[in-house]
């Protein structure tokens, strides 16, 4: 079975231009997270969506940063402007429904897009 | 609200040492607590698990115990490979977390030498 996978694996930009970063979870998940990693600070919970609904952005850096999921299928995360601060590796991960009150826990990450801003 | 500290890297290990990773957490109630492994340039994937106090998780030669009275969750494994380099991370599910939502540590780097 295909994993979650994201698009671009890489990319470099100039400060002032738009990214968009895609995320294809695991069908039949219904959790989707982002994540950001950096040396810095480590790894970061942005937003995550539950039935594709967002249920908690206070993660998001602030309103450069936004977050879609308009099918179970399919999630983008979109930075504009950007700026060097934003340089990070940024995680899509989704999980399956909950079994009852046991939590699995479990998150599927992708690879990563690794995001360079100049 | 939730948290997790786990000991700082890097951690440097010759090959057949034995590794010892501390992790505690804040939460309230019984949260389930996971470890979880990056491998260079991959995503992170689930190492091991423990849904209740005084489970032990296993997988791969590392173990943890969920310690209620410590609050911790110390990973160990007792003969590290050079396979075994990367990093670690300790997270939690607290008990009013929606859906998977997980707390994570600041992770620490693993290396192992020949």
């Known amino acids: 079975d295909a994993g979650v996978i994201q698009s671009p694996r890489h990319e470099v930009t100039e400060m002032g231009q738009e990214v968009t970063l895609r995320c294809k979870p695991i069908?039949?998940?219904?959790?989707l997270f982002w994540y950001r990693q950096t040396m810095m600070r480590g790894l970061e919970l942005l937003i995550y969506?539950?039935?594709?609904?967002?249920?908690?952005d206070s993660g998001m850096p602030e309103d450069r940063f936004s977050a879609k999921m308009p099918n179970a299928s399919f999630s983008t995360l979109k930075i504009q402007p950007s700026e060097p601060r934003d340089s990070a590796v940024y995680f899509c991960?989704?999980?399956?429904?909950?079994?009852?009150?046991?939590?699995?826990?479990?998150?599927?990450f992708g690879e990563g897009s690794r995001l360079t801003v100049l | 609200g939730d948290s997790v500290t786990q000991m700082e890297g890097p951690v440097t290990l010759s090959e057949e040492a034995f590794l010892t990773i501390n992790c505690t957490y804040t939460?309230?109630?019984?949260?389930?607590l996971f470890w979880y492994v990056q491998y260079p340039g991959e995503g992170l994937q689930l190492l091991l698990k423990?849904?209740?106090?005084?489970d032990k998780g296993s997988n791969k030669g590392f173990e943890a115990t969920y310690r209620k009275e410590t609050t911790s969750f110390h990973l160990e494994k007792g003969s590290v490979q050079v396979s075994d380099s990367a990093v670690y991370f300790c997270?939690?599910?607290?008990?009013?977390?929606?859906?998977?939502?997980?707390?994570f540590g600041g992770g620490t780097r693993v290396l192992v030498k020949p």
């Open positions: 997270a939690l599910s607290g008990i009013k977390a929606a859906g998977n939502k997980l707390t």
């Open positions: 069908s039949g998940h219904n959790s």
């Open positions: 991960a989704s999980s399956p429904r909950d079994r009852g009150r046991v939590r699995t826990g479990e998150l599927f």
């Open positions: 423990a849904t209740k106090a005084d």
């Open positions: 969506f539950n039935n594709n609904v967002p249920i908690d």
């Open positions: 939460a309230t109630g019984y949260p389930s």
